[in-house]
């Protein structure tokens, strides 16, 4: 899937009779060394069409931009207009207009808000380049339905935005994939670890948080599972080939302990040496995955995300062997780690401690190690006659054209046990709607047949309109905190007219919106977000 590195203008269509005006135009851990884009689309009410002439009209057989199916039931216990889901067949039964689908990769990466973190915690400011919503916003436990098998289940929700005109509102998109599997019975892992030794790594809190991460990932494996170890500096080099942990542990801790930092940091020649072990070591029903621990500063050999993952395409594609990336460092390659783990079928975190080295090694080991969907994507038709404006917050990065959504050739999202994964619109209702908000379809391939799978919701006008601080689910109320924060951080919030500003609608100011944060960890009794709160606190002490 190709990535957007730049930020696109305001999508603005205006519709004159039937003429419509276009405007504007795994497991990874590593370490060394553009204009973002808005997922923006409006429609001008008052040279729109009469209702009944936009979306929904039309055929979507063999149409690649068909949105979900309409008929769904409504499920049990639901509030009137609320989500509803079904599993749906790969074709829907209508094609909104374009101009009214939303297109996206699944992504579970949390990187960007872990190293907001730890920047925040230092005194300063996090870079708005390196500001990711999607992955604020992810980073938080959701209350989602979990389905019963391989794939999704679908939740849709909302609440009017606050301090907005009645006609914003926030719309969240949730799905979440079953819980792993009791510990012993997950498939064996087969995992190549790809460690950079370079000099950069000599810092506090790089090479040798590394070594404790992978001392304490070593104690947690089964004895069926595997383990490759490769270092790289200026060369790699292959320091354990893949072998079991059963009677291996003091053999694998001995070559952890020996690690130490050496000269430049050339990821290509890591990740390519990684490759070449993890397909040598491949193992027949275990879960094969690369694992680069680095704080992606490359500066030899190949520096860019598309040559490095050039030179292993095959071994990406004709043996699935995914990336999972764990960054570390105060100085850390952001950019350089995410592409290499979006292109590269994976997904990112970053570590700054022990607690949260164990938390991804040992609490969260299923989830990095496993897949419940291969290739997953998202796709969102609002309906016309209700919707006058929308924008996705964030997945700038993870844009997929609407025409691809059943492309199975281009790339998704691989997710694991136990994820959920959050989408936010900023919705702005035509005056007086009623009926359907939107549908929203999940598509992926089933992780040992890659058959095709499909699952939907849908949201009624009736069911955003409650307020959002009080009202609203708690955990809606924790994404939308989450996305108003990574906002600010990126400049983007603003009051009035956000959508005209790139922001998001009723955004408040940092100060209100710590204290938003401490009243949802006091109810919530949430460790996280207590930290989100006083994360949001030294922001707004950095600024001043």
Request: glycine fraction near 12%; include cysteine.
């Amino acid at each position: 899937m190709t990535k957007l590195r730049t930020r696109t203008k305001l999508h603005t269509r205006t519709y004159r009779g039937a003429l419509v005006a276009l405007l504007a135009g795994g497991l990874l851990l590593t370490g060394c060394s553009g204009d973002d884009g808005q997922n923006t689309k409006a429609i001008d009410a008052s040279a729109r069409e009469a209702p009944g002439t936009g979306a929904g009209a039309g055929s979507a057989a063999g149409s690649g931009a068909a949105g979900p199916a309409d008929g769904v039931e409504q499920g049990e216990g639901q509030r009137d207009g609320e989500q509803k889901q079904r599993d749906d067949q790969p074709e829907g039964r209508f094609a909104p207009e374009p101009d009214y689908l939303s297109t996206f990769a699944l992504d579970v990466d949390t990187a960007s808000y872990g190293y907001a973190l730890r920047t925040l915690g230092e005194g300063r400011l996090p870079d708005p380049g390196t500001v990711r919503p999607e992955e604020f916003v992810n980073s938080f436990r959701q209350d989602y339905e979990r389905p019963e098998g391989d794939g999704f289940s679908v939740t849709v929700d909302g609440a009017a935005a606050p301090g907005a005109d009645d006609d914003w509102s926030l719309m969240r998109v949730g799905l979440a994939t079953r819980q792993a599997d009791h510990k012993g019975e997950r498939p064996p892992a087969a995992l190549t670890f790809v460690i950079d030794i370079s000099g950069s790594m000599a810092e506090p809190g790089r090479l040798d948080l590394v070594k404790e991460s992978l001392g304490i990932l070593t104690d947690e494996l089964g004895g069926d599972d595997s383990i490759a170890l490769v270092t790289f500096s200026d060369q790699a080099e292959t320091r354990l080939p893949m072998t079991r942990v059963a009677d291996s542990r003091s053999r694998i801790h001995d070559v952890i302990e020996e690690l130490e930092p050496a000269q430049s940091t050339n990821v290509g020649a890591g990740v390519e040496t990684g490759y070449d072990e993890a397909v040598a070591g491949r193992r027949s029903g275990a879960t094969n995955r690369v694992v680069l621990l680095s704080d992606a500063l490359a500066n030899t050999g190949e520096t860019q995300a598309d040559a490095i993952l050039e030179r292993i395409e095959d071994e990406r594609t004709e043996h699935g062997i995914t990336l999972f990336g764990v960054g570390v460092g105060s100085d850390y390659g952001d950019a350089l780690m995410e592409q290499l783990a979006d292109k590269g079928d994976g997904h990112t975190t970053y570590v700054s401690d022990r607690e949260q080295a164990r938390k991804v090694f040992v609490d969260q080991l299923p989830m990095n190690v496993e897949l419940r969907a291969r290739d997953a994507k998202a796709q969102v038709a609002f309906d016309s006659d209700a919707v006058e404006r929308f924008r996705l917050i964030g997945y700038e990065n993870r844009a997929v054209a609407d025409e691809d959504f059943r492309n199975d050739r281009v790339d998704g999202g691989e997710v694991g046990p136990g994820h959920t994964v959050t989408a936010l619109y900023a919705v702005k209702l035509r005056p007086g709607a009623s009926g359907e908000v939107a549908k929203a379809t999940v598509r992926w391939l089933d992780p040992g047949t890659r058959t095709p799978r499909e699952r939907s919701g849908s949201i009624g006008v009736s069911a955003v309109d409650a307020r959002l601080w009080g009202d609203a689910e708690p955990r809606l109320q924790v994404t939308a905190v989450a996305a108003y924060f990574a906002e600010s951080l990126r400049g983007e919030s603003s009051g009035g007219d956000a959508m005209s500003h790139g922001g998001l609608p009723g955004a408040p100011g940092l100060g209100e919106l710590e204290k938003r944060a401490r009243t949802l960890a006091a109810s919530t009794e949430d460790g996280s977000v207590k930290e989100l709160a006083e994360a949001i606190g030294q922001a707004s002490r950095a600024r001043g």
